[in-house]
């Protein structure tokens, strides 16, 4: 007899915590933004550099984003992926999103936090797990261009600079 009492609770709590975040304005704060660029250049740590096929945003809240790179890699037919994550500063207005898709209408300015590496076979099997580095470092996100700096404690460099 709890076991569907408790039920109902946390569903009437669900109800209320999702009515909530939609009268706030949060239910559509989240989503994805994805472009192939006219031009990319991206800088790994290793110092290897390639050429991006494409580029995303995933806005996980108002004021978190990762950008992800997708380039040709290594291995043979393979790809390599950099992910950068961080924090809007302030004063960016994180993008308008509706049902999981996102526009970017406006400059964001983005201090990052972390960056990824991960490497693909031809299959588009991952090979191992991501390699993670807490970073310093920011993005300017532009309708019509990226550009992206960070730097690991260690010295390790990673850069991007696309267009769109």
């Known amino acids: 007899m709890a076991r569907p009492l408790a039920m ?3 569903l009437a709590v669900a109800a209320g915590w999702s009515t909530s975040l939609q009268a706030q304005g949060f239910a559509d704060s ?4 994805q472009q192939q660029p006219r031009t990319c250049q991206v800088a790994f740590k290793a110092g290897a550099k390639a050429s991006c096929r494409s580029v995303q945003l995933d806005q ?3 004021l978190v984003l ?4 997708l380039a040709p890699g290594p291995l043979q037919g393979g790809l390599q992926q950099l992910t950068l994550a961080g924090q809007l500063q302030e004063g960016s207005q994180p993008m308008r999103c509706r049902q999981g898709v996102c526009e970017l209408k406006q400059p ?3 201090r990052l936090a972390s960056a990824s590496e991960t490497q693909f076979d031809g299959r588009g099997l991952a090979q191992g797990v991501p390699q993670i580095w807490p970073v310093e470092g920011q993005c300017r996100i532009d309708p019509t261009a990226i550009r992206c700096d960070a730097s690991s404690e260690r010295g390790s460099r990673w ?3 696309l267009s769109l």
Request: net charge positive; no cysteine; charged share 15%.
């Open 60 to 62: 996980r809240n108002p």
């Open 66 to 69: 990762r950008l992800s790179l």
């Open 108 to 110: 964001l300015q983005l």
């Open 8 to 10: 109902a609770v946390l």
């Open 159 to 161: 850069t991007v600079q």
């Open 30 to 33: 989240f989503g994805r933004w």
